[in-house]
């Protein structure tokens, strides 16, 4: 008990150390550029208050939850079969190291022209930047599984269903979970990319708004915004592979 408040106590005071040097710096800059933490509540009261946060939150995480659903499911699944089928492996590498090398961004532009300027169109990046890392990270999983085991269960008649089901599954899912952790912040990454570039909508339209008509404090609202919502979306996932680990007795 006392370790979890000391545990706790350390991020409240890492906290209100950022906010004193925020507020000494601004106040000492006097740069209405650069506003100080009052001038950012004040925007945060006034952004809630007309909606328009909660509005362009809500558009963009609408994008990010359809891409989170195809993304994250479709990496799971080509993962797994790349881990266990060496010819599926060969078949997605060369285009799987693309995806993580060639810079999604640079696609943009493309998806753009074959999705329109709607919706269809953000949640195809966010697929993209997503789908990767979940793949690679549930194919690195799967080969961890011991291979006596493996082909002792096939000896022994086992389906190749029940073999995923009840040998690779189980051993990829830490994998899995740290692959669904990184898809989900490269997923939010996606989302502001296309909105700041391309698709003036969402948090990445209120950013762009914002900084044309020289509204610091708006700005910096949503971009902590935007922190938070991968803090406690990672955090929620952390949390929900020790309640797997600990129902399996890892």
Known sequence: MIARAWRYGQHVLVFAGLMVTWHLLTTSMNDPMFPTPERVWQSFTRTWND???MEAFRDSNGALLAGLALGVPGGIVLGMLAGYFRIIDRILAPYVNMMLVVPMVALVPILIIVFGLGTSSRVAVIVLFVLPDVLVNTRGGVRLADRQLL???RSYGGSTLSVFRTLLLPTAFPSVMTGLRIG????????IV???TLVASGMGGFIMEALGRFRAGH????????????????SLCVLAERRVLKRMGA
């Open 51 to 53: 909606g328009s946060l």
């Open 151 to 153: 082909m002792m269960a």
């Open 184 to 191: 989900i912040g490269r997923g939010i990454t996606g989302m």
């Open 194 to 196: 296309v909105e700041l």
């Open 219 to 234: 700005m910096i609202v949503m971009i902590l915004l935007i922190g938070l919502e991968a803090v406690v979306l990672t």
